[in-house]
Nanobody, 116 residues
């Protein structure tokens, strides 16, 4: 079992920044790719960014150049630095980890609200 706990969400004005953290515990040796997803009210959950254990990253077009995903394997933690935030970034942000084969762990989510 792997447990993921997110933190760092909150309310910020448009143009501001937030940093999300996701700490993993449990069978952390099984963790492969980690990712951030988000889900806005009335919309489907969407992939925001991914990072491999080796640090290779990938981003949704909507956040490229504004968000940075990073990973500290020693701390079993993944981060999402969000800059130049827009109201359309408002969503619940979820941490996700691939824990082998087609198995995934999810965090409980953290709310990010960007006011205009």
């Amino acid at each position: 079992q792997v447990q993921l706990v997110e933190s760092g969400g909150g309310l910020v004005q448009a143009g501001g920044s937030l940093r999300l953290s996701c700490a993993a515990s449990g069978r952390i040796f099984s963790i492969g790719v980690m990712a951030w997803y988000r889900q806005a009210p009335g919309k489907q959950r969407e992939l925001v960014a991914t990072v491999t254990s080796g640090g290779r990253t990938n981003y949704a077009d909507s956040v490229k150049g504004r968000f940075t995903i990073s990973r500290d394997n020693a701390k079993s933690t993944v981060y999402l630095q969000m800059n130049s935030l827009k109201p359309e970034d408002t969503a619940v942000y979820y941490c996700n980890a691939n824990i082998g084969s087609s198995s995934y762990a999810w965090g409980q989510g953290t709310q990010v609200t960007v006011s205009s």
